[in-house]
């Protein structure tokens, strides 16, 4: 009974949430132009499905491309920093200041670089980036948490660096590294969203697009269509991962 | 008498300019069973990484007459890698030191099978007990057939029943190859024990406050716990180091 009541409470609040913003429209006869009740939010959905689901995979595809270009970048950069303290102390300011930059302001340059004709190459270039620093902290920080007993075992029995790193500093660094690329994943299609909107061109056509077009024809029951589609993506896709993460941690810890 | 492999000559260890051990000097011979006793914060952990060559005295002498590969360590937790089956664990420093894959773990599954641990090969270290992963970590350590045994109060978190059974297999195992043997521990009984010599340091900075010798054969014969001999040592060790933190905390 307790368990019933713990797996329908969320959707019970949603309910809730929904019924009263759908309450309060019709009841105050609030304007569809200022906020659109729900039922027609779900309408709008609906009809632009088709529009809705391309545009989503548009997002998705420029987030899951540069989630894989700031892991193939940060990985072996973390890799190479762990090995030495003075490479670390070099190049952690500058990826701090990667990380502390705001996107928004960094977007119109990389708009520029990339080619006007080209918005999607600027927006995967911009998601990237704001992908880079979990995965690259992340696994230099993995990196530097395994166990101190057996570090010390790898002192007693005379290892060398590429081997402390192969078969100490890097298996321990896996847990951290999957953590990484989780936050990373959900600030890919941030960062996508963002650099879509300010690269404000319907070139690549993802979800921001939906949202500024139709906020610019004052479809705002549209608007709201593409934020639920936003956020049915970043749903969708931090529960694969979330999934991926206990398969990959059961594996590492010899538990299935 | 032959030379000891390892030799503190007026040791001692600073850490930001604060005395943590010392001064001690301390001889450990071929196939001796030491076992280092004192308070908790008296440098025992440390006296075992000056012995392992892990750690340099900041004033004295260490002098080891051993190979990389001739000391063996075992730490207080069994300290194996979760991701690794027991057997890779056990094979590693082998591997470390260059020997080949198969091999390696050939003889990685008859190190398990010598602390009983047979059939354990592929099981990860999450699978294992409390007492299997600290025979693991035995295993481990005895593989490159050690001169030189350190272990850092190995049966720590143990229980009862299952420290009683390492102590043997330990004193077993030493029997058959005879490696140099440090035991530390803040357990007396245990202590004589597991040694021929038992030395009481003080409280930090860790100084030799007592050395003992403890009757009867090793291994220990079975019942040997309620020996008088082996009981009245026990009540000495246990004077020495109350008066030991006493003094030094006066």
């Known amino acids: 009974m307790k368990r019933a009541l713990a797996l329908v409470a969320p959707f019970a609040l949603i309910a809730v949430m929904l019924l009263g913003w759908e309450a309060a429209c019709r009841l105050l006869a609030v304007p569809s132009y200022f906020l659109p009740p729900p039922s027609e939010v779900w309408a709008a959905f609906v009809a632009n499905r088709t529009l809705l689901f391309a545009s989503a995979w548009n997002t998705l595809a420029m987030a899951l491309w540069a989630l894989a270009a700031a892991a193939a970048v940060a990985t072996p950069l973390a890799l190479v920093t762990g090995l030495s303290p003075t490479l670390e102390r070099a190049i952690a300011p500058l990826a701090v200041t990667l990380q502390v930059t705001p996107i928004v302001a960094v977007a119109p340059l990389v708009v520029i670089w990339a080619g006007l004709e080209h918005p999607e190459r600027a927006i995967t270039t911009l998601a990237a980036v704001v992908a880079f620093f979990p995965i690259f902290s992340g696994a230099l920080t993995g990196l530097r948490s395994a166990d101190p007993d057996l570090e010390r075992l790898f002192d007693l029995y005379g290892s060398s660096r590429l081997q402390r790193l192969v078969r100490l500093r890097a298996p321990s660094a896996a847990p951290f590294f999957i953590e990484g690329v989780k936050v990373a994943a959900g600030q890919a299609v941030i960062g996508a969203v963002v650099a879509e909107f300010v690269a404000g061109s319907g070139g690549a056509q993802g979800l921001a697009w939906r949202i500024l077009e139709a906020g610019n024809r004052l479809r705002t029951a549209e608007m709201f269509a593409a934020l639920l589609a936003l956020a049915l993506l970043g749903a969708a896709l931090y529960g694969v991962l979330l999934l991926v993460e206990r398969k990959a941690l059961a594996a590492w810890r010899g538990r299935d | ?250």
Request: aromatic share 4%.
């Open chain 2, 1 to 250: 008498m032959s030379e000891p492999l390892v030799r503190l000559d007026e040791a001692q260890v600073a850490y930001r300019g604060r005395l943590a051990l010392g001064p001690l000097s301390l001889d450990l011979s071929p196939g001796a069973l030491t076992a280092v006793v004192g308070p908790s914060g008296g440098g025992k952990s440390t006296t075992l990484r000056l012995l392992a060559g892990l750690e340099a005295p900041s004033a004295g002498r260490a002098v080891r007459r051993l190979a990389r590969g001739e000391t063996a360590v075992v730490f207080q937790a069994p300290t194996l890698a979760p991701w690794a089956s027991a057997e890779a664990n056990v094979a590693l420093p082998l591997e470390l030191a260059g020997m080949g894959r198969t091999e390696a773990r050939t003889r990685a599954r008859a190190a398990l099978a010598r602390v009983g641990l047979a059939g354990a090969e592929r099981l990860r270290p999450a699978q294992l007990s409390g007492g299997m992963a600290m025979r693991a970590s035995l295993a481990r350590a005895l593989i490159t057939a050690p001169k030189l045994l350190l272990l850092d109060e190995p049966f720590a978190a143990l229980d009862e029943i299952t420290r009683r059974a390492l102590a043997d297999d330990v004193l077993r195992l030493w029997a058959e190859t005879r490696p140099a043997v440090v035991f530390v521990t803040h357990n007396v009984e245990e202590a004589v024990y597991m040694a021929e010599r038992v030395v009481v340091l003080t409280r930090g900075p860790g100084r030799i406050a007592a050395t003992f010798h403890t009757p009867g054969p090793l291994p220990r014969p079975p019942g040997f716990r309620a020996d008088a001999a082996f009981r009245q040592t026990v009540e000495q060790v246990s004077a020495a180091l109350e008066s030991a933190v006493r003094e030094s905390a006066a």
